[in-house]
């Protein structure tokens, strides 16, 4: 397998992701989905959030500094599915998981707290957040119990194959179902900016739902453009 890729218009937004994970930053930044959405090319994304052609330049600039950087990781691409599912499982099955155990207690609290002045705002993202909580549980235990272990049994006939493209189908739409909770996340904390009264919780708070949105955002881009494509 490739371990670069050369950039340009045509290049997807998943395989970009994928080859150059840095980049995330920078597109979450945009508010360019790469993860629901991860099939669309840079001229598509380019030209459905404004931007013009020298955004791609930056990126071309970027991605060069980053191949020239010592001690990079491998692209997923090149890992096998064991190890990209146990990279899944590490970094971000974990992670998610802490993060949301943390945003649980805290989300409840700020809801009590600034319920009178702030009644609105707080139930919104109480909402928001315990449909995404209970969205990527579900999602965890379907890739974990099912989807994981049959990827991982050795010497698949074609109905074991036809099984996992159908669970596939499946968690991609629960993919494109986090990915609207969590536009709607991102529009109802104004991006992730905490309003005048907010006391050191709220900015907590709104600080860890983005790294539990960026972290969702990576980790769909590693199962829908590389792991699942697998078996497509």
Same mark, same amino acid.
């Given at each position: 397998?490739? =371990?670069?890729?050369?950039?340009?218009?045509?290049?997807?937004?998943?395989?970009?992701? *994928?080859?150059?994970?840095?980049?995330?930053?920078?597109? /979450?930044?945009?508010?360019i989905?790469? @993860? @629901? =959405?991860?099939?669309?090319?840079?001229?598509?994304?380019?030209k459905?959030?404004?931007l013009?052609?020298?955004?791609?330049?930056e990126? =071309?600039?970027?991605? %060069?500094?980053?191949l020239a #950087?010592p001690?990079k990781?491998?692209?997923?691409?090149e890992? %096998?599915?064991?190890a990209?599912?146990?990279?899944?499982?590490d970094?971000?099955?974990?992670t998610?998981?802490?993060?949301? $155990?943390?945003?649980d207690?805290l989300? /409840?609290?700020i809801?009590l707290v600034h319920?009178?002045?702030? +009644?609105?705002?707080?139930?919104?993202?109480?909402r928001?957040? %315990?449909e995404? &909580?209970?969205e990527?549980?579900e999602?965890?235990? +379907?890739e974990? &119990?099912?989807?994981?272990?049959?990827?991982?049994?050795?010497?698949?006939?074609a109905?074991?194959?036809?099984?996992?493209r159908?669970?596939i189908?499946?968690l991609?739409?629960?993919h494109?179902?986090a990915?609207?909770?969590?536009?709607?996340l991102? $529009?109802e904390t104004?991006?992730?900016?905490?309003?005048?009264y907010a006391?050191? *919780?709220? #900015?907590?708070?709104? =600080?860890?739902?983005h790294e539990?949105?960026d972290?969702?955002?990576?980790?769909i881009?590693k199962? /829908?453009?590389?792991?699942f494509k697998?078996?497509?």
């Amino acid at each position: 397998m490739k =371990q670069t890729i050369t950039i340009n218009g045509q290049t997807q937004l998943g395989e970009l992701v *994928t080859f150059f994970p840095a980049i995330t930053s920078r597109l /979450n930044e945009l508010h360019i989905d790469y @993860c @629901c =959405q991860g099939d669309r090319s840079l001229d598509a994304a380019i030209k459905e959030s404004g931007l013009t052609p020298e955004f791609i330049t930056e990126v =071309q600039n970027a991605y %060069s500094e980053y191949l020239a #950087k010592p001690g990079k990781d491998l692209p997923v691409t090149e890992l %096998s599915d064991e190890a990209l599912i146990d990279l899944i499982l590490d970094v971000h099955h974990l992670t998610e998981r802490a993060l949301w $155990k943390e945003l649980d207690k805290l989300v /409840n609290l700020i809801l009590l707290v600034h319920y009178e002045h702030g +009644k609105e705002l707080m139930l919104k993202i109480h909402r928001s957040f %315990s449909e995404l &909580k209970m969205e990527l549980e579900e999602h965890f235990a +379907k890739e974990e &119990k099912e989807l994981f272990p049959a990827m991982l049994k050795e010497d698949k006939t074609a109905k074991d194959l036809a099984a996992i493209r159908e669970l596939i189908d499946e968690l991609e739409g629960e993919h494109d179902g986090a990915g609207k909770i969590i536009k709607r996340l991102i $529009k109802e904390t104004n991006d992730f900016t905490p309003p005048e009264y907010a006391c050191p *919780t709220v #900015k907590a708070v709104y =600080q860890k739902l983005h790294e539990l949105v960026d972290d969702v955002f990576l980790h769909i881009a590693k199962e /829908n453009s590389v792991l699942f494509k697998r078996y497509q």
